[in-house]
């Protein structure tokens, strides 16, 4: 049932752009270019008609990012541990900056992320503090089988109030994102649909990063 009671502005929406692309050869993923455009900017524009306020989640050329996002108003936040700790330090970092009651994280590295992801997830919510999508997995698809539903937990409204117990379990050493949602009450949202079948399919390698270009281009043609 859809959640009446949230509406866009009350949502701060956080692109992760944190990470260490170790898997493009250590580059700036955020930076790299998707139909002309980094792919950090990309992600601002898909996500900003569906939010409020905006958050870019970065730990390296913060001027790039702050340049970028500055049409938009989004606002540049940095991890606040050292050495990469992966994914949930970009989500810590996005609910300390945020200043509404909800945030919406998506990676950077997922042009095709839904434009309607932010009303499917409240409309998944039901009572629950966390909505993790579910979608298509593209990448471990096995010979002769169809591809698998499966968590996309980098794309995640959070209510903000849960940002003292992921600060505590960062700091406990805790990193696996299941390992802390599981701790609070969430819910899935499907994204199963006809037109969902590359709503996550994520740019780690260049060569997925071309591959997804070709789609999207295909797509608009
Ligand atoms: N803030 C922050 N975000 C991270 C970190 N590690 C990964 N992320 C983000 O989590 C999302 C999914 O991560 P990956 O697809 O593995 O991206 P990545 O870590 O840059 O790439 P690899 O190093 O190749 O794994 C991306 O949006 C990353 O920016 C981190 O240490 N800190
Ligand atoms: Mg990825």
Not at 20 to 48: E, N
Not at 83 to 101: E, I, K, N, V
Not at 144 to 168: D, K, M, N
Request: a neutral charge; aromatic letters at 4%; one cysteine or more.
């Amino acid at each position: 049932m859809a959640d009446s009671r949230i509406t866009a502005e009350q949502i701060t929406g956080c692109v992760l752009a944190g990470g260490r692309g170790a898997r493009m050869g250590g580059v700036d993923k955020g930076l790299q270019r998707f139909q002309g455009l980094p792919l950090a900017l990309h992600a601002l524009q898909r996500l900003a008609p569906q939010v409020g306020p905006l958050l870019i989640n970065a730990n390296r050329n913060a001027a790039a990012y702050a340049a970028l996002g500055q049409p938009l108003a989004a606002e540049v936040c940095a991890d606040s541990l050292p050495d990469y700790p992966g994914p949930l330090a970009g989500f810590m970092a996005g609910l300390a900056h945020c200043r509404t009651p909800w945030l919406l994280c998506v990676p950077c590295d997922t042009p095709l992320l839904p434009l309607d992801l932010a009303t499917r997830m409240l409309a998944s919510r039901g009572d629950a503090d966390i909505v993790i999508a579910h979608g298509w997995d593209t990448e471990h698809v096995k010979p002769g089988q169809p591809p698998q539903l499966r968590a996309q937990p980098v794309f995640c409204l959070l209510r903000a109030q849960l940002a003292s117990s992921l600060e505590r379990f960062i700091t406990g050493g805790g990193r696996k994102i299941d390992a802390w949602t599981g701790q609070h009450p969430s819910s899935q949202a499907l994204f199963d649909r006809p037109g969902d079948e590359q709503a996550f399919s994520n740019a780690n390698t260049l060569a997925q990063l071309l591959d997804l270009e070709q789609i999207a281009t295909e797509r608009q043609s």
